[in-house]
Structure formats: structure tokens, C-alpha cells
């Protein structure tokens, strides 16, 4: 596609809720990201796919929190049992190469989940 | 660890002022360095880089130079317009893989 599309742009949840966000990369991305932001505060890195590979997971704040990219197109961030600290705008991107250092991101206008 | 941090904001200026909103950064390793902007309702879009000290890079009138020697990579800009309104934010690289962010600026310009 023509840019990184996240679905849905706006989640509410119950606490306790298991939510799903999707990511749809520019097609031939080999790099996809995850990144949280919270109101004021700029995005924070979840985790990283090289293709279907997850190579770091370091920044999921707990293991309610999974990511997968299984064809390595499209990705899910899944959240478990959401929690009220969880509200946040969830912001994917992807570049056609391998990590960062000098690369460039696109990203996606992010998925914002409210949990009640 | 590694961090960037970000002039705080809110910060409103008039059309055709001067703009400069700083950034620092911590000096671990040889990162390069970013100007990402997030206009309202949109994803963030990268506005500049620069890879490695005293490279500038450039942007829509923006400028931002990579200093070393002061750990800086300020941004500015001669005359802003109203449509530069938006979250600017600056970020390093971290290893291969990572950006690491500062907590963003938001810039309003009155006509």
C-alpha cells in the first residue's frame, strides 16, 4: 500500500479486556516496529520484526503484551487483560531495511486504546 | 541509558518569527539523529537527519546541524508559517534497530 495503515484508529476497552491492533506495512518492508506513545510523552519502542523474525522484544513493558508478524507482512500487538495504564495511541512503522541507524521510519497515524 | 531531551513546550511564536526548539542528546556510541513532525490527525513523518558531527540536515526551511561536541542537534527554522504548527520531536538512534525519542515540542503559529 501506499503508506502504513494501523486498524482500529480508536479502541475502548473494559479493564481486563484482551485487545488486538493491527499494522499493514508498505508492502516489501523488511522492517516493522511498534511503539507506544502516552498523552505528552513522545513514542517509546515496543518491539522490532525483521521480517517474521522478532529479534527484540526488550521494550514490552509485560507479558500481557505479544507482537507477532507471522508472514512477515502484517503484524498484531496484542494486549491482555488491559489495564488502565495502558491507554495510549499504539504507532507501528516500517522501513525497507534492516533496523534503523541512518534508515528512515513511515509510520502509521497509530491506533489510540482507551481503558475504562 | 540513552535519551533525548527536548526544549519544553508549549511553544507559540508569530508568523515569519524565528524558530528554534533544542534538543540534546546523551553521547553513547556514534547515533544518528532525527527531526520527526506530527501534524494533527496525521503519523509521525520524518523532517530530517543527519548521520554522523557537523552534518546538517535540511528540510521545508528547516535546519538542524549535528553537534558533538555539545551533544545538540537543535532545530530552526528563518520564518515560520502557520501550517509548521504541529509536535515536533527529536530522536536518536539506538543500536541497530531502535529510536529513541524526546518527549516532543508542540509549536503553534499565529497568523
Known sequence: GAGVSQSPRYKVAKRGQDVALRCDPISGHVSLFWYQQALGQGPEFLTYFQNEAQLDKSGLPSDRFFAERPEGSVSTLKIQRTQQEDSAVYLCASSTHRGTGANVLTFGAGSRLTVL | ?111
Not at chain 2, 524565528?18 to 540534546?24: E, R, V
Open chain 2, 1 to 111: 541509558g540513552d535519551s533525548v531531551t527536548q526544549m519544553e513546550g508549549p511553544v507559540t511564536l508569530s508568523e515569519e518569527a524565528f524558530l528554534t526548539i533544542n534538543c540534546t542528546y546523551t553521547a553513547t556510541g556514534y547515533p544518528s539523529l532525527f527531526w520527526y513532525v506530527q501534524y494533527p490527525g496525521e503519523g509521525l513523518q520524518l523532517l530530517l537527519k543527519a548521520t554522523k558531527a557537523d552534518d546538517k540536515g535540511s528540510n521545508k526551511g528547516f535546519e538542524a546541524t549535528y553537534r558533538k561536541e555539545t551533544t545538540s542537534f537543535h532545530l530552526e527554522k528563518g520564518s515560520v508559517q502557520v501550517s509548521d504548527s504541529a509536535v515536533y520531536f527529536c530522536a536518536r538512534s539506538q543500536g541497530a534497530q531502535k529510536l529513541v525519542f524526546g518527549q516532543g515540542t508542540r509549536l503553534t503559529i499565529n497568523p
